[in-house]
T-cell receptor, first 111, second 113 residues
Framework: GDSVTQMEGPVTLSEEAFLTINCTYT??????LFWYVQYPGEGLQLLLK?????DKGSNKGFEATYRKETTSFHLEKGSVQVSDSAVYFC??????????FGQGTRLTINP | EAGVAQSPRYKIIEKRQSVAFWCNPI?????LYWYQQILGQGPKLLIQ????????DSQLPKDRFSAERLKGVDSTLKIQPAKLEDSAVYLC???????????FGAGSRLTVL
């Protein structure tokens, strides 16, 4: 079945460091890909998405490119801030079927 | 627009008791989802409604969990009787249609003692 594998956490970085959180997926067909973020005490929020191969999703300085050849959707940010501390979830959605999540990666940014 | 509303935010019960969670989706959103998020794991779909019909309930433990979406608007998820392993955050989400982006509520955190 469809599945998502994320980089193991937790990840701890210093402010202004470069961030990469790896995400690979297994799916039949061509799913849409997402990154959701969960800040402490809050619900899941959509961070960015990509709906087809080579699409780049971006928001709040974060980027991820839909790589069909490597079945990946890695999340990157050039300079992280303390306020980026949260749990990040990679997810896929094949059309009208259910959204399937990875296990999440906890990110902590130290000042 | 108003977001997805859920209540209660927190609930503590003893095992074998029952509990119910309520969700009001974004107005006009035809598709409603209930997810279970156990601590340290990604959310897992329990049930998906399209209007008031069930699209996917393959991972719903039907011996103890039930859900309904009367009139195709708000929804209730019930657990009866609860087990220790049901301790989790129950997330409700909605979308305009099945292929659209999901908007999540803040969640209802259940602790079973």
């Amino acid at each position: 079945g469809d599945s998502v594998t994320q980089m193991e956490g937790p990840v701890t970085l210093s402010e202004e460091a470069f961030l990469t959180i790896n995400c690979t997926y297994t799916a039949t067909g061509y799913p849409s890909l997402f990154w959701y973020v969960q800040y402490p005490g809050e619900g899941l929020q959509l961070l960015l998405k990509a709906t087809k191969a080579d699409d780049k999703g971006s928001n709040k300085g974060f980027e991820a490119t839909y790589r069909k050849e490597t079945t990946s959707f890695h999340l990157e940010k050039g300079s992280v801030q303390v306020s980026d501390s949260a749990v990040y979830f990679c997810a896929l959605k094949p059309g009208a079927q259910k959204l399937v999540f990875g296990q999440g990666t906890r990110l902590t940014i130290n000042p | 627009e108003a977001g997805v509303a859920q209540s209660p935010r927190y609930k503590i019960i003893e095992k074998r008791q029952s509990v119910a969670f309520w969700c009001n989706p974004i107005s006009g959103h035809a598709t409603l989802y209930w997810y279970q998020q156990i601590l340290g794991q990604g959310p897992k779909l329990l049930i998906q409604f399209q209007n008031n019909g069930v699209v996917d309930d393959s991972q719903l433990p039907k011996d103890r969990f039930s859900a309904e979406r009367l009139k195709g608007v708000d929804s209730t998820l019930k657990i009866q009787p609860a087990k220790l392993e049901d301790s989790a955050v129950y997330l409700c989400a909605s979308s305009l249609g099945g292929a659209n982006v999901l908007t999540f509520g803040a969640g209802s955190r259940l602790t079973v003692l």
